[in-house]
């Protein structure tokens, strides 16, 4: 190891390189180019998924939405049409049938998918609304960031069927002063009043709720607008190491036995699948990880290639001096160790300058993107992935130095003399 540190050894590679500046500045952009395109996509890959961790993180990834619509093939005695209905009774089917579901909260909302809004009053203010029917199991599926002081509803709401109001940020901006607190306080929605318990943030990122949600105990919406066992729709979060999309499945089938559809109605229920959607956004962001592993090792491989053959044109050009070199008592392991270090040495320069400005890069692809509603977030390249390449990059510029080294430790010093 000692020849690393010998000043001689280095001043010989620095000439030599100096000799054909242009021809391996030439080559070594291929090395730096590899390099640069394995870190700028891995990044780029790192920041996609990144970015829909952070937007998918107030949500369940493995959840789902499943309702009912209407029959579209006849069974049973039933005709073509029938409009279904989900009932109380299925939440305890499914989640005895199907031991894969994590969660699962019915839900009924008056305000969305085209009924009418509801029609809210405090004091001389009001608004148009979404109003909920929700079980404090939904948060599992769906946080609620709920501001300092206030809650959101707890069983004791539902078993007691409270008149409780949770309401969302722009409720407040819109019924209430700008210092004024409105926990504690009632507001009127339709012609009935509500005490607020709560203010909900809208969080960044997905959510299933807008910033004009309220959302009151699911028995108390039942009793107040007499819908007895009806369920608008259920929020389902499977186990996070099951196939959501069979879980989906399952569910159908389940919801079709018990309302007596056939098996092949494809209709029957509606349903929007969360974790297949989040499932296909990390394949791609994987795929891309893998495109850049094996884009950029090609790169790298060809740039190093490059470097051995400017290596053994450098031989060649040096035959008389490293015959000099033998004959004044060089050793073949001196020369070999020369010519391979310098391969070494030429391949970690330009790798670390291709990880500099694809570091550059990314950086300045974070800044342009923090201020945007795109999920994309810190885009950077694990230490160990780039510690990797410069470990490949040594390995393949050892290998490809020994073909010209071992080509300059074949030459006879006698007949390196000779050369003119």
């Not at 409720?171 to 210092?179: I, N, R, Y």
């Not at 004024?180 to 929605?189: C, D, F, K, L, W």
């Not at 499932?279 to 950029?296: E, H, P, Q, R, Y």
């Not at 053994?312 to 040096?318: F, G, H, N």
């Amino acid at each position: 190891m000692r020849f690393l540190f010998d000043r001689n050894v280095w001043q010989e590679i620095f000439g030599s390189i100096g000799k054909n500046k242009t021809r391996t500045i030439i080559t070594v952009i291929g090395v730096l180019w590899g390099i640069f395109i394995y870190i700028a996509l891995s990044g780029a890959a790192k920041g996609l998924d990144n970015g829909f961790d952070k937007a998918f993180k107030t949500v369940a990834m493995n959840s789902m939405f499943v309702w009912a619509q209407s029959s579209s093939i006849p069974y049973d005695g039933f005709k073509t049409g029938r409009q279904l209905q989900l009932k109380l009774g299925d939440v305890e089917t499914l989640k005895n049938r199907v031991p894969e579901i994590q969660y699962i909260a019915p839900r009924i909302t008056q305000g969305q998918f085209g009924s009418e809004p509801v029609y809210t009053v405090k004091g001389q203010k009001s608004g148009s609304y979404t109003l909920n029917g929700d079980y404090p199991i939904y948060t599992k599926i769906s946080t609620k960031q709920i501001f300092d002081g206030g809650r959101f509803i707890n069983q004791e709401d539902i078993d007691q069927a409270r008149k409780v109001i949770v309401i969302g940020e722009r409720v407040q901006q819109e019924l209430f002063k700008k210092d004024e607190n409105p926990v504690g306080q009632y507001i009127r929605v339709g012609d009935i009043y509500f005490q607020v318990i709560g203010i909900h943030k809208l969080a960044q990122g997905v959510s299933f709720d807008s910033d004009s949600a309220m959302f009151i105990p699911f028995s108390t919406y039942r009793k107040l607008y007499n819908t007895g066992d009806d369920v608008g729709y259920l929020c389902i979060a499977a186990f996070d190491d099951v196939d959501v999309i069979q879980v989906e499945k399952d569910v159908k089938s389940i919801l079709k036995g018990i309302h007596r559809v056939s098996p092949d109605d494809e209709r029957a229920f509606g349903s929007f699948n969360l974790g297949e959607a989040f499932g296909k956004v990390m394949g791609f962001a994987d795929g891309l990880t893998f495109m850049s592993l094996i884009v950029g090792i090609a790169t790298i491989l060809a740039g190093v290639i490059g470097i051995g053959n400017i290596l053994l044109i450098s031989v060649k050009e040096r035959t008389k001096e490293l015959g000099v070199r033998r004959a004044l008592g060089a050793t073949p392991a001196e020369v070999r160790n020369q010519i391979v270090l310098e391969s070494v040495f030429l391949t970690v320069l330009a790798g670390i300058i291709g990880i500099i400005l694809g570091a550059g890069l990314l950086a300045l692809i974070n800044k342009f993107t923090q201020d945007t509603d795109f999920p994309y977030t810190n885009p950077t390249v694990p230490i160990p992935y780039v510690f990797g390449a410069l470990i490949i990059m040594v390995v393949l510029g050892t290998l490809i130095g020994l073909i010209p080294a071992q080509r300059a430790v074949s030459i006879k010093p006698i007949d390196a003399l000779r050369e003119e």
